[in-house]
């Protein structure tokens, strides 16, 4: 769902503001967070805790990190590369834009790190190029400046190609920087390229694992980061980010029982690190949500939407509240629509109180209920709410965000087509959704535009057409069970038979063990005993 993603990229840094319990200064000595070897000329008792430091920035743990740096300038104040790591780590490049408190903090670190006088043009390259993006922020927009610094990051790289630091954060802003929506993956591509020579160099360096899951987190890229993905969590197992992250290839590749086990590990990290707990629990159970979907095991994921009405928001710091109303918007539209359960979702009600864009979830959903109840009042009622909402969205201090949920608008639109009877307008408006992801990617827990195009033609009576679009769907987003389970029909409705057994043949292992009692599942069991 496009707006998951949305809410995860807006509030997955909220966390950040809580402040750890532990101080930094005793930090667990059996903490595993990578190897990172990056020379300061600072103190030598400023080099491990430097390090650590850096490692916990490479794992996005920002708010640790900061305090790391901080430690390390306290008991060196004259360190240049400690107020740099303490600026680095108010750059959150991969999720949300910093505030203009964090920018004028950045760049007064900035500037004190400049003042001492670095002793080595490296760390002076580094502290250029980052106030680069701390500059100008009255009169350059944050793309821009994300874009300047990428840019001057490369020119330290070139500088200095034994560095490997250089070319993991020189990575790392070419994946921050760059059109938003780039069909070409033109500045991912650059980096799997930078980042694959440095994984065979430096196997159990943070960053490099992590950004390579970052750079392949797209269907056409995604079975180049499995390699990174099995390796990042046991690398830095002390960090829930670094042990969930290889979910988000896992996802991608339809590898569902990886997926969960990723992410059940995640959260029992969470539960061990003070003042994290919320996010990564909220955002593990995101993850467990959709995977439990996809082999038919309803009870746990309705356990995870469970596990969310345990948590009273009142009782959950402000920060956290919007990311703790997107989660509850999206588990139970998914819950309802993967199910097919399209009275329950044409029922769903906005959260009460969440922002417009939250709120927006409900109504994208009972579009697509009322789409495939071809109830036309019902899916012109959810299209003028949801465009309210998005109209209100707008207006918001993150509204520059709206343009991401085009594609979800458009799939609101094709649904009210559909339910009012004009079909060819409703293929229409599906099939440009549906091709713009094929090029730029989705969310990884979003339901694929091209299979809600095969699901019509189903309904209309198209098979053979209907076959065609499951079978590049299940290409990009593989192993879903409603794509196994839509190409099974629609070959047997070709009378396709022996491709109708492929489909129900994957679809049947995939739930093994799941304890499944969807019908959908029972019939592709049938099936197979049947042959």
């Not at 769902?1 to 995860?8: D, G, H, N, P, Y």
């Not at 300047?148 to 020189?170: C, F, I, K, N, S």
């Not at 269907?219 to 969930?244: C, E, F």
């Not at 969470?270 to 949500?289: C, I, T, V, W, Y």
Request: with cysteine; charged share 25%.
């Amino acid at each position: 769902m496009k707006l998951r993603s949305l809410a995860i990229f807006l509030i997955l840094t909220l966390w950040f503001l809580i402040a750890l319990a532990d101080d930094v200064h005793h930090h667990d000595a059996a903490e595993k967070l990578g190897t990172v070897s990056f020379p300061i000329s600072c103190a030598e008792g400023s080099q491990k805790p430097f390090e650590r430091g850096m490692a916990l920035l490479y794992s996005f743990e920002y708010e640790e990190a900061g305090n790391q740096f901080k430690d390390v300038s306290a008991k060196d104040p004259q360190c240049a590369m400690a107020y740099w790591g303490e600026a680095m780590s108010l750059y959150h490049q991969l999720w949300a834009r910093p505030g203009k408190e964090d920018l004028k903090r950045g760049a007064d670190l900035l500037e004190k790190a400049k003042g001492l006088k670095p002793a080595t043009p490296r760390e002076l390259g580094y502290i250029n190029a980052l106030t680069v993006f701390y500059s100008n922020t009255d009169k350059l927009e944050h793309p821009r400046r994300a874009d300047a610094y990428a840019t001057t990051m490369a020119g330290v790289y070139q500088r200095y190609p034994h560095d490997r630091e250089a070319g993991v954060l020189y990575s790392l802003a070419l994946l921050a920087s760059g059109p938003e929506r780039d069909p070409g993956q033109t500045n991912a591509k650059k980096a799997v390229v930078i980042l694959s020579k440095l994984f065979d160099e430096q196997p159990d360096h943070p960053g490099i694992a992590h950004y390579i899951i970052h750079a392949c987190d797209n269907p056409a890229m995604a079975a180049m980061g499995l390699q990174a993905a099995r390796k990042y969590a046991a690398i830095a197992p002390s960090s829930a980010h670094a042990v969930h992250m290889p979910s988000h290839i896992f996802a991608r590749l339809g590898l569902w029982q990886d997926d969960i086990q990723s992410n059940l590990a995640a959260v029992a990290v969470a539960e061990k690190m003070p003042g994290m707990q919320m996010h990564h629990r909220m955002h593990s159970m995101d993850f467990l949500n959709y995977a439990y979907l996809q082999i038919g095991d309803d009870k746990n994921a309705k356990a995870q939407i469970d596990g969310l009405a345990t948590l009273h928001k009142q009782d959950i710091e402000e920060d956290y509240r919007d990311y703790y109303d997107g989660m509850v918007a999206d588990f139970t539209a998914r819950y309802s629509l993967e199910r097919r359960q399209w009275n329950e979702a044409l029922a769903l009600e906005p959260v009460p109180g969440a922002a417009p864009g939250i709120q927006a979830v409900a109504y994208w959903a009972r579009a697509v209920a009322a789409g495939h109840l071809h109830n036309a009042p019902a899916a012109q009622d959810a299209l003028t709410h949801y465009e309210e909402r998005l109209e209100a969205f707008k207006k918001t201090p993150k509204g520059y965000l709206a343009a991401g949920l085009k594609d979800e608008h458009d799939e609101v639109k094709a649904w009210t087509a559909f339910a009012a009877g004009k079909q060819e307008e409703a293929l229409k408006w599906m099939r440009a959704v549906a091709d713009d992801q094929d090029k730029v990617g989705k969310g990884e827990s979003e339901l694929p535009a091209r299979e809600m195009l095969a699901d019509m033609l189903l309904e209309l009576n198209r098979p053979q057409e209907a076959l065609a679009e499951y079978e590049i769907s299940l290409k990009t987003d593989p192993n879903r069970f409603n794509g196994l389970y839509g190409a099974a029909r629609a070959a047997e409705m070709s009378q396709q038979r022996q491709k109708a057994a492929v489909f129900y043949a994957q679809l049947v292992k995939n739930c093994a063990g799941s304890n499944s009692d969807r019908p959908e599942l029972e019939r592709a069991r049938t099936q197979m005993a049947a042959r």
